[in-house]
């Protein structure tokens, strides 16, 4: 099993332009979810789906759009790019919503927006 | 109050030294407790889960205190390659409640020669 996999692993942006982030996983898990991670702030979530076509709204929402047509996949869009969006964005996933079920991380997309 | 609270530290101590940290968390209702380990620019991966009886895992150990709200993790003889960021997750209880894990802002540990 690969796990969960992001790609890219860098991305730089100018202002304004869009672009997608990829996540996908051969776990057959039921929930996946993206954070946000900056210095001194911890994780924060952005959006997250219980299944394939739910998908929810979290923390930080505002900029970011997310679909979950597969279990596997569910990319994060980027709808015009702002440096505040300048961050290092983690997928992660768990087999179930039950909530003995730990978050299995991919490697990590670090986006810089100038 | 945050629902998820850690110190920052960073704890700096020397190899061979035992260190514990501390999570507390609001809600009484949350069911499941995780650590985390993190190093600098990678990913999270998950340490051990926290069961209610504390338990063990080699030099690693969790325990939870549920009357006082607070999980901790104690680490014995300390490593160089010990020296991360420990996150702090609690997943709430599904009694009314979100089924979201809330982590902390995560223990930093650096372990010198």
């Known amino acids: 099993n690969a796990g969960v996999t992001q790609t890219p692993k860098f991305q730089v942006l100018k202002t304004g332009q869009s672009m997608t982030l990829q996540c996908a996983q051969d776990?057959?898990?039921?929930?996946m979810s993206w954070y946000r991670q900056d210095p001194g702030m911890g994780l924060r979530l952005i959006h997250y789906?219980?299944?394939?076509?739910?998908?929810d709204q979290g923390e930080v929402p505002n900029g970011y759009n997310v679909s979950r047509s597969t279990t596997e996949d569910f990319p994060l869009r980027l709808l015009s790019a702002a440096p505040s969006q300048t961050s290092v964005y983690f997928c992660?996933?768990?087999?179930?919503?039950?909530?003995?079920?730990?978050?299995?991380f991919g490697n990590g997309t670090r986006l810089t927006v100038t | 109050r945050k629902e998820v609270e850690q110190d920052p530290g960073p704890f700096n101590v020397p190899e061979g030294a035992t260190v514990a940290f501390n999570c507390t968390y609001s809600?009484?209702?949350?069911?499941?407790f995780f650590w985390y380990r993190q190093d600098c620019r990678k990913e999270p991966k998950l340490l051990m889960s926290?069961?209610?009886s504390g338990n063990e895992d080699g030099r690693f150990t969790a325990q939870l205190n549920r009357a006082s709200q607070y999980i901790s993790l104690l680490i014995r003889d300390s490593k160089l390659s010990d020296s991360a960021t420990y996150l702090c997750?609690?997943?709430?209880?599904?009694?009314?409640?979100?089924?979201?894990?809330?982590f902390g802002r995560g223990t930093s540990l650096i372990v010198h020669p």
């Open positions: 992660a996933s768990s087999y179930s919503t039950h909530y003995n079920s730990p978050l299995h």
């Open positions: 789906s219980v299944g394939a076509g739910i998908t």
């Open positions: 997750v609690v997943n709430p209880g599904t009694s009314g409640g979100s089924y979201i894990p809330t």
């Open positions: 926290v069961y209610s």
């Open positions: 809600n009484s209702a949350s069911q499941s």
């Open positions: 776990m057959n898990h039921e929930y």
